[in-house]
């Protein structure tokens, strides 16, 4: 169950980052909408202002230009024939800034109130004190323009030259509010747009991150029921993406711990059972000694070695759970190059007393050259446990044939039968730990269920397989298979 305490907070919720991270962008992207095509419009204004106040000076100043001296007559009937051109305000000069001609006498913005305040101090004479007007006396053209008060207000000023001299200057004052009334429309109509997509954003967002974090979030579910131990639930996500993914990854990690936990526990059960018949066994025997008051010394000698015969059960299962165990644990170690042939003959050796005790002949057929890289104590214990089961499980005057050989890229150990053989059927199951075939021969021949177990898990830890088949004309046949060595640098 979720506690409070697993509850990620607030803005460590990757629901909340998700949409945090989305709005951001969004915002970024609208600030730059919002921005850009203002700017870069004001900009234009801003340029085509400069170049159509330059031009009108320029018209003015050459019409001017003709008059060996401006006065204020003169410029007056200049300016008569030319009008004020459009513009706001046009004022003449004379090269000390003497204002000559004037369409406004009044000041209209910052600095004509500057001029204002000259004209009240001096009220016959006015002087154009604008920089422009300074700059243009100078022999510059001066240009100025700026967005204030949702109007575009640009002057400009040039000199008036008569053969090389400066006569006077020339300044004009516009103020379009026309394409300011435009540039503020566009204006409403970014914000306005950026309003409707900030609600869609902000929609969008929660609800792209809900159903991001929704299937998140059933993972996790998933996760902790798996944890409570219900290994047999599965999780299913709609899609084809990397949430897709990882919920079918994470639904053959639970088959994988489903089939764990089955062998786990059947282990358990079987290893309990195992051990529980040769323990009740003890006991049975050990109460028959001492429930019988008096008992005779051979027959107490024979239950005390059928004791011990259990006992030596139950050791030879404990040791073999602990093989199992060492398996699963610990990846084989201090591995290197061993010669097959020489430890299947010492396995031959050891096994010669059990086969003629049964009447079953060993065969060897070995090739030279068959090394692997393995340890020796497990090899030994691989072809212990097949030729062992081989011999235990045939039958009177049968065989045991043993058969090593390499191919180029591989050894070959086959170990073939002519005993009772397995059926089709348990083929697939001979390697299961505790599977036997027949349960009453395994007993009585004192098989635990274990071994082939064993030689299984021991040839994949070393990078090989083990594979059991049928013997035309009856018996078994395992055979294992293993890399072979090469030296380093062999081709």
């Known amino acids: 169950m979720k506690s409070a305490r697993d509850a990620p907070r607030f803005f460590s919720s990757i629901q909340v980052k998700y949409a945090l991270t989305y709005i ?46 401006l006065t204020a007559d003169n410029v007056s009937q200049v300016m008569g024939v030319l009008g004020n051109m459009g513009l706001t305000r046009v004022v ?40 422009e007007v300074v700059r243009a006396l100078e022999g510059y053209d001066k240009v100025f323009s700026q967005f204030i008060d949702g109007e575009f207000r640009s002057s400009a000023a040039g000199p008036v030259v008569y053969r090389s001299m400066i006569i006077g200057a020339v300044y004009v004052y ?3 509010t026309g394409q300011a009334e435009l540039l503020l429309g566009m204006q409403s109509n970014l914000r306005g747009i950026s309003i409707v997509i900030c609600a869609m954003v902000l929609g969008m967002s929660l609800l792209f991150s809900k159903a991001l974090t929704s299937r998140i979030g059933a993972l996790l579910r998933a996760i902790r029921i798996v944890r409570e131990g219900e290994y047999n639930h599965r999780v299913s996500l709609k899609g084809n993406d990397e949430l897709k ?22 282990f358990v059960s079987d290893a309990s059972h195992e051990l529980k018949t040769p323990l009740a066994s003890i006991r049975l025997l050990t109460d028959s000694i001492l429930q019988s008051e008096h008992i005779d010394s051979d027959l107490a000698r024979e239950f005390v070695g059928d004791i011990g015969e259990e006992a030596d059960r139950l050791t030879r299962i404990t040791e073999k759970l602990l093989t199992l165990t060492r398996l699963d644990t610990v990846a084989p170690t201090d591995t290197g190059p061993v010669e097959v042939k020489t430890v299947v003959e010492k396995v031959e050796r050891m096994l010669q007393p059990l086969a003629r005790a049964g009447e079953v002949e060993i065969t060897c057929r070995l090739e030279e050259g068959c090394v692997i890289r393995c340890t020796e104590d497990d090899l030994y214990q691989i072809a212990f446990n097949l030729m062992e089961n081989a011999v235990k499980y045939n039958l009177p005057g049968g065989s045991v044939t043993v058969t090593l050989r390499r191919t180029e890229e591989q050894v070959e150990l ?13 083929l697939d199951k001979v390697f299961r730990r505790f599977y036997r075939v027949d349960k009453a021969r395994s007993r009585a021949a004192g098989g635990t269920g274990l071994g082939l177990s064993i030689v299984s898990d021991t040839v994949h830890a070393h990078g090989g397989t083990v594979t059991a088949r049928a013997r035309e004309g009856g018996g ?14 062999a081709p």
């Open 24 to 69: 951001v962008l969004i915002g970024a992207v609208l600030i730059l909408l919002n921005t850009y095509p203002v700017l870069s419009t004001q900009e234009s204004v801003f340029r085509s202002k400069t170049t159509s106040l330059q031009s009108q000076v320029a018209v003015i100043s050459s019409a001017l230009a003709d008059q060996e001296t």
């Open 92 to 131: 003449v000069t004379d090269p000390s800034g003497l204002v000559l001609y004037d369409t406004d006498a009044l000041p209209a913005d910052g600095e004509e109130q500057t001029l204002q305040e000259e004209t009240e101090r001096e009220p016959v004479y006015r002087y154009a004190l604008f920089r």
């Open 174 to 176: 516009e103020v379009d």
């Open 245 to 266: 993914q990882l919920a079918d990854e994470f639904n053959q990690l639970t088959d994988r711990l489903q089939t764990t936990e089955e062998v786990r526990r059947r």
């Open 414 to 426: 086959e170990v073939a039968d002519t005993g009772v053989g397995i059926p089709e059927e348990d």
């Open 476 to 489: 078994s046949v395992f055979l294992v298979t293993f890399p072979a060595w090469r030296e380093e640098g």
